[in-house]
Each structure stands twice: as structure tokens, then as C-alpha cells.
């Protein structure tokens, strides 16, 4: 579908320090990103977050702020939502 495109921000330094407190060295491999903007009849919402393929998506700047546009093909998995407690 030409309109199954999602706007996403990359959850950078998410989950880079383990519970023991090991610093995990590999930032630029983190698959996961919130999705801010959702195209009409996706499976995706506003809030979820997503695990994607890395270099699929086109990166933007608005402000301050990096983001990516992504097709939903390049989603892996849907593992959370920012509302949920444990997401």
C-alpha cells in the first residue's frame, strides 16, 4: 500500500545499561522507536513501540527533534505501547 507509512523517533540509550549495571557499547544497533503519526488503516497506533529493520527508514530533522519515516513493511514487531506500566 503506497500510504502505509509511519512516523517514528528512535528510543535512543534505551535498555544500554543492564540490571547489573553493565554498559551495553551498541547504541546504533537499538531496533526500537515510538511511533508518533500513524497512516489511515494501519495495525500500528500513535504511541506504540515498534522494533524495526534499521537502515529502512528515512531519517528527518523538524526542530530539534530526529525523526524517521518508515513503511510498515519494515516494522518487526510491536512490542509495547508508551501507556502501557511495563512498556
Known sequence: ???DYIMIKPLDNIENISEGGI???APTLN???IVLSVG?????KKGDIVLRNLGKSTPH???DHKIE???INNLIAIVGNINDENG
Open 1 to 3: 500500500m503506497k500510504n
Open 23 to 25: 554498559i551495553i557499547a
Open 31 to 33: 531496533r526500537k522507536a
Open 40 to 44: 489511515k488503516n494501519t495495525e500500528v
Open 61 to 63: 530533522t523538524i526542530g
Open 69 to 71: 519515516i518508515i513503511h
